[in-house]
């Protein structure tokens, strides 16, 4: 069972990516979902969340209304659209499995995103 992050990479200010979160021997729709970010100088912070019960989201006021998180059940991923880009985007995000019911959460290894001209 893990988590498997991919999309990561260099953009230009202004640029988009989009980060896919794949889910090996777990099935992705059961879970509550998130996207993480981490950088040296501020440490790990939550950037977009997804609950499994109703696919209702939450984002950190630095993302909302440029990042998007969004599911597709038939290849079991949580994606995270990410446009306009800026210098203090760049970080390892993460993706995280949370279970509804228990304390059992999971992480992914993580995607570096690196936001330069």
């Known amino acids: 069972v893990h988590l498997e992050e991919s999309g990561g990479g260099l953009v230009e200010p202004g640029g988009s990516l989009n980060l896919s979160c794949l889910g090996y021997?777990?099935?992705?729709?059961?879970?509550?979902m998130s996207w993480h970010r981490q950088t040296p100088d501020r440490g790990r912070e939550l950037v977009a969340s997804?609950?499994?019960?109703?696919?209702?989201?939450d984002y950190a006021d630095s993302v909302k209304g440029r990042f998007t998180i969004f599911r597709d059940n038939n290849k079991n991923t949580v994606s995270l659209q990410m446009n306009n880009l800026r210098s203090d985007d760049t970080a390892v995000y993460l993706c995280?499995?949370?279970?509804?019911?228990?304390?059992?959460?999971?992480w992914g290894q993580g995607t570096q995103v690196s936001v330069t001209s």
């Open positions: 997804l609950t499994g019960a109703d696919d209702t989201t």
């Open positions: 021997d777990m099935i992705l729709s059961k879970y509550d």
């Open positions: 995280k499995v949370e279970s509804r019911y228990t304390t059992y959460q999971l």
